[in-house]
């Protein structure tokens, strides 16, 4: 069982330039989100999904886009990189309301140069 | 709104002490769950424990103890006899149901757990 998978681990970005980051599940999980981690700033929630063709803002969306068109997978967008979105992002998802354990990917590293 | 406070940042203890880790929640929703997560240094994020907001017992799992305590809005978390591999990054987090429920992270304490 694959659990949440994300691609890539690494990923080094110019200014400027658009990337997508990979998230997918095997969990048939309803709520997906997506979460950076900064020193300091804990992890911050980006974008969520409450089920496939749903989604909302987190706390720090801005200059980041999502869609969910199949329940396992949920893309992360970075429309145009900058320095400040350098961060470590994690996907997660649960099966149902927040209630239950939520499952992480293994994150990736993201640095804006 | 909701919120959870971890305002330990850092600790540092020598291996076998006892250590405890401070959460305080808030929330205006009388239906929740409070969460711990632990992150060791290879970086990934592993479930420890859930507590819903209508179990007060304490829960003990071998050296990892909760006290839930609604009067206070703290789920505090001690590691007893605390081990090398104990150190790491410990998140608090807090979600409420309907339907934009999420889940929202403390900032997370690290500890350092010194042989």
């Known amino acids: 069982n694959a659990g949440v998978t994300q691609t890539p681990k690494f990923q080094v970005l110019k200014t400027g330039q658009s990337m997508t980051l990979q998230c997918a599940q095997d969990m048939n999980h309803e709520y997906m989100s997506w979460y950076r981690q900064d020193p300091g700033m804990g992890l911050r929630l980006i974008h969520y999904?409450?089920?496939?063709?749903?989604?909302d803002q987190g706390e720090v969306p801005n200059g980041y886009n999502v869609s969910r068109s199949t329940t396992e997978d949920f893309p992360l967008r970075l429309l145009s990189a900058a320095p400040s979105q350098t961060s470590v992002y994690f996907c997660a998802s649960s099966q149902n309301r927040w209630g239950l354990e939520a499952f992480f990917g293994q994150g990736t590293r993201l640095t804006v140069v | 709104a909701q919120k959870v406070t971890q305002a330990q940042t850092e600790i540092s203890v020598v291996e076998k002490e006892d250590v405890t880790l401070d959460c305080v929640y808030e929330?205006?929703?009388?239906?929740?769950?409070l969460f711990w997560y632990k992150q060791p240094p290879s970086g990934e994020l592993v479930f420890l424990i859930r507590r819903n907001s209508f179990d007060e017992q304490n829960e003990i799992s071998g050296r990892y103890s909760w006290n839930f305590q609604k009067s206070t809005s703290s789920f505090n978390f001690t590691i007893t006899a605390s081990q090398v591999v104990d150190s790491a990054v410990y998140f608090c987090a807090l979600s409420v149901t309907g339907a934009n429920s999420k889940l929202t992270f403390g900032k997370g304490i690290t500890l350092s757990v010194r042989p």
């Open positions: 999904s409450v089920g496939a063709g749903i989604t």
């Open positions: 929330t205006r929703d009388t239906t929740y769950y």
